[in-house]
């Protein structure tokens, strides 16, 4: 299965803006058939198909999912916890794409924290 090359070129471009503490515990690994970049061994956001899939915080989950374009990750035809697809539509420009990553990266940091 094929993923979207040119968001995994936005996504890697995203993540120079952030602070080295975080790049340079950054990964990429394929996963569910797509591409997946990991915070510390942790899932942040990735891609299946043309779709940005994002780990969100369960204390965001409600609000997140009320958004337009985003859907509850069902790769395995139920929803994941903590996962969600956003359709092309809802990171369609990089400041959208930005605030997608963060909240991954967000969600990455506090499980390893918690460890």
Not at 2 to 10: C, G, K, M, T, W
Not at 57 to 72: C, E, F, G, I, Q
């Amino acid at each position: 299965m094929a993923y979207n090359e040119e968001l995994a070129s936005r996504i890697r471009m995203a993540l120079n803006f952030f602070p080295p503490s975080v790049t340079e515990n950054l990964e990429e690994k394929k996963m569910f058939g797509g591409l997946a970049f990991l915070y510390r061994g942790k899932m942040t956001v990735g891609i299946v198909k043309s779709d940005l899939m994002v780990r969100v915080p369960a204390t965001k989950m409600d609000a997140v999912l009320s958004k337009k374009h985003v859907r509850p990750m069902d790769f395995t035809k139920r929803p994941l916890k903590e996962f969600i697809y956003v359709s092309e539509e809802g990171f369609n420009n990089e400041e959208q794409l930005q605030q997608w990553i963060e909240l991954g990266i967000e969600h990455a940091k506090n499980k390893s924290d918690s460890q």
